[in-house]
C-alpha cells in the first residue's frame, strides 16, 4: 500500500537545520520564551513575579500539577519532599566511593542519580508512563539530589555528610546539609530564588534530551540521567561555572577585564555567560541575578565581581552585540554565597530537575518515538576488501 504523496514528502522533507535551530517538535504548556522581549513565563506566570513571590517548591507544584498550590496543597506538597530527602544506605555508599575516587561533581551527580532506581519502591512495580508513579519518582529525585550533592562535597572535603532536616525548606535544607551550619535568611532566599529561576526554560538541550530518553519509554531516572550529562557541557550547564574561573582568571592576570576579553575574543574564543540560542536581548534571569550579586557583594563591601562582571557585558554588547544568559550573573551570585566553583552545574541540575521532569511527564502522556535523519554523505557500494589486503 501506498502512503499519500504529501504524507512522503513531509516524512522526507530534506531541509537541514544543524542544531535544530528553530525547529517545532512538540506542543507544551510548561514555558514560553520571547526572545526578543526577553520574556520568560512558566505556565502562564511572569518569571519576575515568581522570582520575587513563589519558593521552589511552589514552582515544582506549578509545573508539575498545572496550577499554584494553595496553602494546604503546598504544605502537603513540601512535607512529602522533606520526608523524600535521605538517601538509602546503598546510594550513600554510591556518593562515598565517588567522593573517595574524587569524581568530578556533575559526574557523580549523574552517577548517583542514576542510581537512585535502584531503591526507589515504585521503579520495578508501575508502568513506566504512570501518572502517579512519576510524580512520586519525581519527588522522591528532586527531593534527593541535593543531599546526595551536598554528602559528595562534604565527603571530598573529609566532612561527614549531615543529615537533611525536614523542618527546612528546599533550599534553606541544601545550604544546611552543603555548609553543617543554619543558612541566614539572606543566603537561603537568595538560593531559593535561584532554583525558581532555573527550573524550566523551554526545550534547551538537556530537557530535549531528557524528552528523546523519555520517548523510548525508557523510565524517568534514565531520562533524567541523560538529561544531567547534557547539562554538563561547557555550551550549556557548565558554563556558570567557566565564567567564576574567568572572572578569577582576569583577577589574578590583574588586567583591565575588557582587555582580557579582548585578547579571548582575538583568539577566536567563546566567552562564559554570553550568547544565547533563542534570546537576542539580554535574558530576564540575567537581569535578576545581577541585581543580586550586586547587593550581595554590597553587603560584603566588595563590589569588585559585579563591577567586573560589569565591565565585561558592556565590552560584548559594543564589539558583539552578545548580550549575557542566565549563567553570567549566577557564577558572582553563588561565589559571593561562598559556593564552590565545581558545584555550580551542579546546583543548576538540582533545580532544572523540575523542568526535566515535568517534560517528561508530557513526552509521556502523548508520546512518540522522537527519531530525526541525517543526510547520508558518506560513500556507497564500496566492495569490500578482506582483512589480509587492507
Ligand atoms: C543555560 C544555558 O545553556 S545558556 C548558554 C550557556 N553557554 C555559554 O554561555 C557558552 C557561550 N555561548 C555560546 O557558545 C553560544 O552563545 C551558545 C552555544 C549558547 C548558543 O550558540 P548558537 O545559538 O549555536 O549560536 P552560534 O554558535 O551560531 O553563535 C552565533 C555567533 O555568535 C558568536 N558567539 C555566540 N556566543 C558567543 C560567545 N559567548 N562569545 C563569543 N562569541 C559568541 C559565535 O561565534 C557566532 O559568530 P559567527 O557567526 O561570527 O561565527
Ligand atoms: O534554553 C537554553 O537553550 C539554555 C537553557 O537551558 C537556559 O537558558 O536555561
Known sequence: MFFPLSVNLYVMSEELRPGLEGVLVAESELSYIDGEAGKLVYRGYAIEDLAREASYEEVLYLLWHGELPTTAQLE???????????????????????????????????????????????????????????????????????TALAAFKRLRDGDGPVDPDPEMDHAENFLYMLNGEVPDAVLSETFDMALVLHADHGLNASTFSAMVTASTLADIHAAVTSA?????????????????????????SAMNPVDWVDDALDRGERVAGFGHRVYDVKDPRAKILGGKSEELGEAAG?????????????????????????DFYSATTYYQMGIPIDLYTPIFAISRVGGWIAHVLEQYEDNRLI?????YVGELDRSYPPLAER
Open 76 to 146: 502537603r506538597f513540601s512535607d512529602e519532599m522533606a520526608t523524600q530527602r535521605s538517601l538509602a544506605p546503598g546510594t550513600m555508599d554510591v556518593v562515598r566511593e565517588l567522593a573517595d575516587q574524587r569524581e568530578e561533581p556533575m559526574a557523580a551527580l549523574r552517577t548517583i542519580t542514576s542510581s537512585l532506581s535502584a531503591a526507589d519502591e515504585d521503579a520495578d512495580e508501575t508502568a513506566v508512563t504512570d501518572l502517579e508513579a512519576n510524580l512520586r519518582k519525581g519527588k522522591r529525585i528532586t527531593a534527593k539530589m541535593p
Open 228 to 252: 544531567i550529562g547534557t547539562l554538563s557541557g561547557s555550551l550549556h550547564g557548565g558554563a556558570n561555572a567557566n565564567v567564576m574561573r574567568m572572572l578569577k582568571e582576569v583577577d589574578d
Open 302 to 326: 566588595d563590589t569588585r565581581w559585579y563591577e567586573m562582571s560589569v565591565a565585561i557585558e558592556e565590552y560584548m554588547a559594543e564589539q558583539k552585540g552578545i548580550p549575557p544568559n542566565v
Open 371 to 375: 527519531r530525526p535523519r541525517a543526510r
